[in-house]
């Protein structure tokens, strides 16, 4: 199976009707396991049980970023192969990203709250995640205010590619901004620091969520294809039956003013 | 029912585009108002429906409703066709039923006269230039006015649909309405002709 | 009455489906007050002591911004020629047309309030204090920006110089805003009166905006 087998929609839905059940269970039990494992965690020794917030938000984090990764790609689809299912692929992500992105705030800022006893800091993780959010708010919109899908495809592919290469420059930019301000960091939780009975959930999470990620842009990218299908079914019909009609709505009209006429 | 115009004249844009203009229909009566392009046809139809204001000279509708102006007895059927293409066929027609007020029909019905009937819950944004077209047509047809102002009415018109514009037409004239239209093409119909600014 | 509710309730329909924008306002005052610590710095202290402002100047700017095709959309495909043509008076459709607009576009900001209350660090007598100013004064700026609206379909153009001629009447709405929400969080004022001097604004924007639009309109008419 290459890329050119999912190239033909018809397939793709086929191919995915088999696929997602499986993939949807296999989100589900590695869930369970993730979850399980986070709750047997140890408390850290300086936040205690708000450390558990860690399995969620990480993989959220992650996700945050690796969404605007896959747009990137199909952008790159959409514009230098033309591949026919770029463009869906690039449209079904963003909402989900978005989602992502949406409770990797979340619960950073539930995390952040006992430590800075504010729901929101301007720290320079969150600040950053918080511009991520914008701009697939952003994106979601120019799908939005495009009626159709083909001509607003290829303006969001440059827009994700533009933000591709920008979202580094402002992670940069508000990295130093941070700095400037404040010395340090509040939440400061390198990777390689962890300890393995952190790090073994956290990655269960991460590939947990990974694979979440992947059956719901899978079942978006259905719905996306049929909604389409569902779109040009009724551009048949609007100009298909008007042809057929043209005659007899003529010969009604004319039928009526005989009437008139007669009356 | 008379609608009578004396002595109009018509300035726009610091030019004056016709003066003097006399004219008259009756009901039951069809006015086709031709003139090479730039005489003032649309202007003087937008005279009559109150969009513009004549610099000289009145325009009157002799027993019609006399609680309501001109422009409130009138349809324009302009070259925008004042379509939402994000709203349905339905939900268009029925917008300006609701708006416009009046005796009204039954939307389907004109629907299925101006043959969108299979289109009525599509949006807007599906139909074709005539199509669209159509869609103005029915809204004459479902809001009752006694004076249809109809600039160029089969523009973007098939034959079949040029016939059924002409149906619609000696409808309402029966019905004792009148019509003014603006138009290049013959109408269709049988009509008093009014020819503005000299010879075509 | 029927007229006018189908009015509105066509002007919503468009606003929030495909192609509409009334959520992009939202979208906008999102972005606009996120600049904001970027160009003062993250200190909580202050940005809780600007907060009101910066929620005022962001809702300000986009409740006027998306004024913009008030008219012009209208005007574009020919709906406008109809409504002036029609048994309503102008001035009334106007009104009903600037009301679906504050549903639309300017309810939302409202409900957005509090989320950005967190960003800016207010508390919950600030954050309401924001969002009651909010809902009392912006259908003073919906129903002013709408005399814009009307002139800009007048001129043939819109965008900037509506702006332009637009937010210098606003000036009065943003200073008894904030005033009224200061008042709430810091005193010494009371939240009573800049309040109440609020409200009277909106109820005269109601009366002068309708009329001064539907006359400009019609005088705009070709």
């Not at chain 1, 495809?153 to 400037?180: C, E, H, Y």
């Not at chain 1, 404040?182 to 590939?207: E, H, W, Y």
């Not at chain 2, 159509?134 to 809001?143: F, N």
Request: proline share 4%; glycine share 10%.
């Amino acid at each position: 199976m290459t890329l050119i087998d999912l190239a033909n929609p018809t397939r793709f839905l086929a191919l995915t009707a088999r696929v997602l059940p499986w993939l949807a269970g296999a989100t589900v039990i590695l869930l369970a396991v993730g979850l399980y494992q986070s709750a047997l965690a140890p408390d850290d020794y300086q936040q205690g049980a708000t450390v558990k917030i860690m399995f969620i938000h990480v993989p959220n984090a992650w996700l945050s970023m690796f969404v605007w990764g896959v747009m990137s790609i199909a952008s790159l689809g959409t514009l230098v192969w033309r591949h026919p299912l770029a463009d869906v692929a690039a449209k079904a992500a963003a909402p989900i990203g978005a989602a992502f992105t949406f409770l990797a705030l979340l619960t950073g800022s539930l995390w952040g709250r006992p430590m800075w006893g504010t729901y929101w800091e301007w720290d320079a993780r969150l600040t950053s995640v918080l511009i991520l959010f914008l701009m697939y708010l952003g994106l979601m919109a120019l799908w939005r205010a495009v009626d159709d899908p083909s001509r607003a495809a290829r303006a969001a592919a440059v827009l994700t590619l533009v933000g591709a290469i920008n979202l580094p420059i402002i992670k940069f930019s508000v990295d130093w901004w941070n700095t400037l301000h404040q010395p340090a960091s509040v939440m400061r939780m390198g990777g390689s620091t962890l300890d393995k009975s952190f790090l073994i959930p956290l990655l269960v999470m991460a590939i947990a969520f990974t694979l979440l990620f992947a059956t719901l842009h899978i079942a978006a990218m259905r719905n996306e294809i049929l909604r389409r299908r569902v779109r040009s079914l009724q551009m048949m019909q609007a100009s298909r039956v008007a042809f057929s009609s043209e005659s007899s709505a003529g010969s009604r009209a004319e039928n009526a003013s005989n009437e008139a006429g007669a009356a | 029912m008379q609608l009578a115009g004396r002595g109009v004249v018509c300035v726009r844009g610091g030019r004056e585009v016709f003066s003097g203009l006399d004219f008259e229909a009756t009901s039951g009566e069809a006015v086709a108002v031709v003139g090479r392009n730039g005489s003032g046809k649309t202007s003087l139809l937008r005279l009559i429906a109150g969009l513009l204001i004549p610099a000289g000279g009145t325009i009157a509708l002799d027993g019609g409703d006399a609680e309501l102006t001109l422009p409130e007895q009138c349809h324009y059927l302009g070259h925008r066709d004042a379509l939402k293409p994000a709203l349905s066929v339905a939900e268009n027609l029925s917008f300006w039923a609701d708006f416009l007020g009046g005796e009204r029909l039954d939307a389907a019905e004109s629907l299925a006269t101006v043959g969108l009937d299979h289109a009525a819950d599509l949006p807007a944004a599906f139909l074709s230039a005539g199509q669209r077209r159509r869609l103005s047509l029915a809204r004459l047809l479902t809001v009752r006015r006694p004076v249809w102002l109809l600039d160029e009415p089969t523009n973007a018109l098939d034959v079949a649909g040029q016939d059924m514009v002409g149906g619609l037409m000696r409808e309402h004239l029966a019905r004792g309405g009148l019509i003014i239209a603006a138009t290049h093409a013959p109408l269709g119909i049988d009509s008093r002709q009014l020819r503005i600014g000299g010879a075509v | 009455m029927t007229a006018l509710s189908a009015l509105v309730r066509r002007d919503i329909r468009i606003a929030l489906r495909v192609g509409g924008g009334a959520l992009i306002g939202v979208l906008f005052f999102l972005t606009v007050v996120v600049l904001m610590p970027f160009a003062v710095g993250p200190d909580l202290a202050l940005l809780s002591r600007l907060g009101p402002a910066i929620l005022w100047l962001g809702a300000l700017l986009a409740s006027l911004l998306t004024l913009d095709r008030l008219f012009m959309a209208d005007h574009d495909d020919g709906s406008l020629d109809l409504i002036t043509m029609s048994r309503t008076p102008l001035e009334l459709a106007c009104a009903a047309k600037a009301l679906a607009h504050w549903l639309a576009a300017g309810l939302p900001l409202i409900v957005a309030t509090p989320v950005l209350g967190l960003l800016l660090n207010l508390d919950m007598v600030a954050t309401g204090a924001v969002a009651l100013t909010l809902l009392a004064g912006t259908p003073a700026l919906t129903f002013t920006g709408m005399i814009g609206a009307a002139l800009a379909v007048t001129l043939h153009r819109g965008g900037l110089l509506m702006a332009v001629l637009v937010l210098p009447l606003s000036i009065p709405v943003l200073i008894f805003g904030v005033a009224a929400s200061q008042a709430a969080i810091v005193g010494p004022m009371t939240f009573g009166a800049p309040f109440s001097i609020l409200c009277a604004l909106s109820l005269v924007s109601l009366v002068i905006g309708p009329f001064a639009a539907a006359a400009s309109l019609r005088h705009g008419l070709d």
